[in-house]
């Protein structure tokens, strides 16, 4: 099945980037989580004007209206650190064009507000709450988020099982470059294994 699929694919590439993230170590500091946020905006905004494409029909099923979060980057990133250029973009971003290559990067990218939830209770310390609207998005909803993104990948699996390999592709590629950007940004650790 798809969500095993994408899991068991991405598992590997998850760990890595967990354990080298600048944010998630001891101690936690505002520059690091500066740093993330800029990271993190530079590589979904572009991508995100991507999805652009997609058929109307598929962008009303997924909620991408709701789901297209950089906005809320681009606002706490003026509350933490006020006078900072604009970030970046990422010019090595996953593959785009078909919704199957959308569906993967969209799992790794709505996958990171679970991580995110860890990552709010790990900034506790640096008092953030007026701005950490990106790493709460959806508040409450972040169960029922998940839960319709996954149906999203199941019902398009279903539908289209020829397309699965090409989405499970991007997401692991969606990983790998979001990785080598953060490592660019200064946001993570190099890789030992690269
Ligand atoms: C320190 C940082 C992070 C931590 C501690 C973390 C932790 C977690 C945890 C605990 C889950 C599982 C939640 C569940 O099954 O209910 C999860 C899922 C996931 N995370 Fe992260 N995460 C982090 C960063 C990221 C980042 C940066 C990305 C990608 C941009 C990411 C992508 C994903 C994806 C795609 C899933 C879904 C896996 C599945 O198919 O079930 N995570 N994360």
Known sequence: MILDQLKAATAEA?????????????PVSRGSYSAYLRAMYGFVAPLEAAFGQLPPDLSKTLELERRCKARLILQDLEVLAPGDSKPPFCEVLPEQGT?????????????STLGARWLLRHLAPLGIEGCSAYLNSYGEDLGAMWQRMRAV??????LHPEHDAELVATAL???????????????AEVSRAA
């Open 14 to 26: 998850h760990e890595s980037l967990e354990r080298r993230l600048h944010l998630a170590q001891h």
């Open 99 to 111: 919704a199957a290559r959308a569906l993967g990067a969209l799992y790794v990218l709505e996958g």
């Open 153 to 158: 990948l199941q019902t398009h699996s279903r």
């Open 173 to 187: 590629q969606t990983f790998q470059r979001l990785d080598a950007w953060f490592v660019r940004c200064g946001a």
